[in-house]
Protein backbone atom coordinates (compact mmCIF):
# COMPACT_ATOMS: atom_id res chain seq x y z
CA UNK A 1 0.00 0.00 0.00
CA UNK A 2 0.89 3.25 -1.07
CA UNK A 3 1.14 6.46 1.13
CA UNK A 4 0.83 9.60 -0.69
CA UNK A 5 2.04 12.23 1.32
CA UNK A 6 4.86 15.08 0.67
CA UNK A 7 6.43 18.26 2.95
CA UNK A 8 5.05 20.50 0.17
CA UNK A 9 1.59 19.98 1.28
CA UNK A 10 3.15 22.47 4.28
CA UNK A 11 1.83 25.52 3.00
CA UNK A 12 1.39 29.23 4.83
CA UNK A 13 -2.15 29.72 4.97
CA UNK A 14 -1.78 32.11 8.26
CA UNK A 15 -3.55 31.43 11.67
CA UNK A 16 -6.23 29.31 10.71
CA UNK A 17 -7.71 26.68 12.59
CA UNK A 18 -6.61 23.70 10.08
CA UNK A 19 -2.72 24.19 9.81
CA UNK A 20 -1.28 22.39 6.66
CA UNK A 21 1.47 21.26 9.41
CA UNK A 22 -0.77 18.45 10.67
CA UNK A 23 -0.23 16.73 7.41
CA UNK A 24 3.60 16.58 8.19
CA UNK A 25 2.34 14.86 11.82
CA UNK A 26 0.27 12.32 10.34
CA UNK A 27 3.00 11.61 7.59
CA UNK A 28 5.34 11.26 10.67
CA UNK A 29 2.99 9.05 13.12
CA UNK A 30 2.27 6.70 9.80
CA UNK A 31 5.55 5.91 9.66
CA UNK A 32 7.01 5.49 13.53
CA UNK A 33 3.69 3.45 14.32
CA UNK A 34 5.43 0.91 10.92
CA UNK A 35 1.38 1.06 9.11
CA UNK A 36 3.87 1.75 6.09
CA UNK A 37 7.60 1.40 5.21
CA UNK A 38 9.24 5.13 4.16
CA UNK A 39 9.54 3.57 0.14
CA UNK A 40 5.97 3.08 0.08
CA UNK A 41 5.97 6.85 0.32
CA UNK A 42 4.04 8.21 -3.00
CA UNK A 43 5.03 11.72 -3.60
CA UNK A 44 2.12 13.52 -5.93
CA UNK A 45 2.08 16.02 -8.91
CA UNK A 46 0.32 18.64 -8.53
CA UNK A 47 -3.82 18.39 -10.08
CA UNK A 48 -3.45 19.63 -13.55
CA UNK A 49 -5.78 22.68 -14.53
CA UNK A 50 -7.53 20.45 -16.98
CA UNK A 51 -8.29 17.83 -14.09
CA UNK A 52 -9.11 20.93 -11.66
CA UNK A 53 -12.05 21.62 -14.31
CA UNK A 54 -13.69 18.28 -14.64
CA UNK A 55 -15.29 20.09 -11.02
CA UNK A 56 -15.06 23.60 -11.58
CA UNK A 57 -15.91 26.28 -14.44
CA UNK A 58 -13.60 27.22 -16.47
CA UNK A 59 -13.87 31.16 -15.40
CA UNK A 60 -13.56 30.34 -11.87
CA UNK A 61 -10.02 28.35 -12.29
CA UNK A 62 -8.97 31.46 -14.58
CA UNK A 63 -10.04 33.98 -11.86
CA UNK A 64 -8.01 31.70 -9.48
CA UNK A 65 -4.89 31.13 -10.81
CA UNK A 66 -4.67 35.20 -12.07
CA UNK A 67 -5.74 36.02 -8.25
CA UNK A 68 -9.04 37.59 -9.90
CA UNK A 69 -11.31 36.25 -6.68
CA UNK A 70 -13.72 38.76 -5.94
CA UNK A 71 -13.85 39.68 -1.74
CA UNK A 72 -16.70 37.11 -1.56
CA UNK A 73 -15.04 34.60 -3.00
CA UNK A 74 -12.53 35.02 -0.91
CA UNK A 75 -14.14 34.92 2.05
CA UNK A 76 -15.96 31.25 1.05
CA UNK A 77 -12.54 30.00 0.93
CA UNK A 78 -12.04 30.49 4.20
CA UNK A 79 -7.93 31.32 3.35
CA UNK A 80 -6.26 33.94 2.09
CA UNK A 81 -5.62 34.02 -1.50
CA UNK A 82 -1.56 33.64 -2.74
CA UNK A 83 -0.36 31.73 -5.85
CA UNK A 84 1.76 29.35 -3.03
CA UNK A 85 -1.72 28.27 -1.54
CA UNK A 86 -3.13 27.77 -4.97
CA UNK A 87 -0.24 25.63 -5.94
CA UNK A 88 -0.56 23.59 -2.58
CA UNK A 89 -3.86 22.73 -2.78
CA UNK A 90 -3.26 21.98 -6.53
CA UNK A 91 -0.86 19.39 -5.05
CA UNK A 92 -2.76 18.55 -2.25
CA UNK A 93 -5.86 17.54 -4.87
CA UNK A 94 -2.99 15.70 -7.18
CA UNK A 95 -2.55 14.08 -3.82
CA UNK A 96 -5.61 12.55 -3.65
CA UNK A 97 -6.17 11.77 -7.45
CA UNK A 98 -2.72 9.58 -7.30
CA UNK A 99 -3.77 7.91 -3.29
CA UNK A 100 -7.44 6.96 -4.97
CA UNK A 101 -5.77 5.95 -8.68
CA UNK A 102 -2.90 3.63 -6.05
CA UNK A 103 -5.82 1.77 -4.21
CA UNK A 104 -7.61 1.24 -7.72
CA UNK A 105 -4.45 -0.53 -8.98
CA UNK A 106 -3.53 -2.13 -5.44
CA UNK A 107 -7.39 -2.87 -5.49
CA UNK A 108 -7.12 -1.46 -2.22
CA UNK A 109 -11.08 -0.40 0.11
CA UNK A 110 -9.47 3.04 0.40
CA UNK A 111 -7.22 5.54 -0.76
CA UNK A 112 -4.34 6.49 1.94
CA UNK A 113 -3.63 9.80 2.12
CA UNK A 114 -1.96 12.28 4.79
CA UNK A 115 -4.70 14.96 3.28
CA UNK A 116 -8.86 15.58 3.32
CA UNK A 117 -10.83 16.27 0.60
CA UNK A 118 -14.17 17.74 0.44
CA UNK A 119 -16.66 17.67 -2.76
CA UNK A 120 -16.78 21.23 -4.31
CA UNK A 121 -19.89 22.75 -2.92
CA UNK A 122 -20.69 24.31 -6.65
CA UNK A 123 -18.57 24.60 -9.59
CA UNK A 124 -17.99 27.82 -9.88
CA UNK A 125 -16.18 27.98 -6.11
CA UNK A 126 -14.81 26.53 -3.49
CA UNK A 127 -14.47 26.49 0.22
CA UNK A 128 -12.84 25.29 2.87
CA UNK A 129 -11.50 21.82 2.84
CA UNK A 130 -13.44 21.78 -0.70
CA UNK A 131 -10.32 23.73 -1.59
CA UNK A 132 -8.84 20.86 -1.97
CA UNK A 133 -11.34 20.30 -5.39
CA UNK A 134 -11.46 16.60 -5.18
CA UNK A 135 -14.16 14.27 -3.41
CA UNK A 136 -12.54 11.00 -3.79
CA UNK A 137 -12.56 8.95 0.28
CA UNK A 138 -9.53 9.84 2.09
CA UNK A 139 -8.35 7.91 4.98
CA UNK A 140 -8.41 9.31 8.54
CA UNK A 141 -6.28 8.41 10.98
CA UNK A 142 -7.84 6.00 13.72
CA UNK A 143 -5.73 7.57 16.67
CA UNK A 144 -5.73 11.16 18.52
CA UNK A 145 -2.76 13.13 16.39
CA UNK A 146 -1.84 15.58 19.09
Wanted: hydrophobic share 40%; aromatic share 8%.
Amino acid sequence: MKLVCSPRYRVDVGPHVFPTAKYDLICEQVLARGLVEPEAIAEPAPATWDELGLVHTGDYLTRLREGRLTFGEIAQLELPWSHEAVEGFRLMAGGTLLAARCALAERAPTPFTTINSAAPRSPAKASGAATRWCSPPSWRPAWPVS
